[in-house]
Structures are given as C-alpha cells and as structure tokens.
C-alpha cells in the first residue's frame, strides 16, 4: 500500500444510515427546526382563528388539512424513510472496501470492483461520518470508526483537500 493511500473497511447499520440521513436532511436545509416552528405556528393561528370565528368553514379546513399534510410529509421524510431506504436497499448493508489514492478512489464491494474520478464537489465531516459530494451528483458516506486512527482520518482529509482543491469543505462538530 502506497504512502499516500487510504483504505478503510465498514458495513453500514439501519441505525447508522438513519444517523447519517437525518444529519444530511438538517445540515442541507431539506428539513429544519424552523420548518417545524412554522408550521406549529401556523397551524395554532388556523385553529386560533377558526376558534374566534367560532366555525370552521371550508377555508379554515383545507388551510388545516394542507399544513398537516405538509408536517407528515416532513416527518415521513425525516423520521420514517431513511430507515425504508436502508431497508430496500441491499447494498446498503453490505460490507465494503474503499482505497483512497491521489489518482482515484476504487469501491470494492463482495462481488464488484468500481473505480470511481475524485469530483468531489462538497465534502463533509460531523462527528461520526464523512460525506464526500461528487459532481455527477452521487455521494459516499463513510462512517469515522472505519477508520483505524486519527492520523487516518487526518491523512484522508488531506487527500480530499489536495485532489480536490476547489470542494467546499465544511466540518460540523468534531
């Protein structure tokens, strides 16, 4: 194995996907505590409203069923699907290999060897995964405890930093 190589080895969790899904759909604004509190608020001034008007008339209905509609879509998306996903997807949980290299990252899976450009666009870390945003809108999730140190870790961010110059690079938490 070269010097400037990487490889870690990891088999997603249900639990682990779900972790990372949910931190991917708050950190991209695709679900959000303020969505939340606005729809908490509107739906208390629909009620509120309908409550001094003493009705409910047709207007205050379709007002009240759209927000709910809307909150059990956002929940539906945050809560419930990314388990789903985990779920019907099978390749999610199987093991997999990746060996990082300054010319490419190869994915090697139990029956499959693919080998993929560095065209990494965004790339993120939190405190127990990395997230790396290619180009053609793909992206790898890579769990932190794969790796075997911190001096690993430190030398594949590096490797994202020199390969990939022009990626945005974001860390949240630790």
């Not at 499959?112 to 997230?131: A, C, H, I, M, N």
């Not at 809108?137 to 794969?146: D, E, K, Q």
Request: proline letters at 2%; charged letters at 20%.
């Amino acid at each position: 194995m070269g010097e400037s190589m990487v490889r870690i080895s990891f088999q997603l969790t249900k639990k682990e996907y779900a972790k990372a899904m949910r931190f991917y759909l708050r950190k991209s604004w695709r679900v959000s505590w303020l969505q939340g509190l606005i729809l908490v608020l509107a739906l208390a001034g629909g009620l509120w409203s309908a409550w001094a008007m003493g009705t409910l008339d047709l207007l205050h209905t379709f007002a009240l069923v759209l927000l709910l509609l809307v909150a059990g879509v956002l929940l539906w998306v945050y809560a419930v699907q990314p388990g789903r996903t985990f779920a019907q997807d099978p390749a999610l949980s199987r093991a997999v290999t990746f060996c990082f290299s300054p010319e490419d990252i190869v994915r090697e899976g139990e029956e499959t060897v693919e080998y993929l450009d560095w065209q990494v666009k965004r790339f993120w870390r939190s405190r127990d995964f990395y997230y790396l945003f290619q180009a053609d809108g793909s992206w790898l999730l890579l769990p932190r405890r794969a790796f075997a140190s911190a001096q690993a870790q430190g030398k594949f961010e590096d490797l994202v930093r020199q390969t990939n110059g022009e990626a945005q690079i974001r860390f949240f938490g630790s």
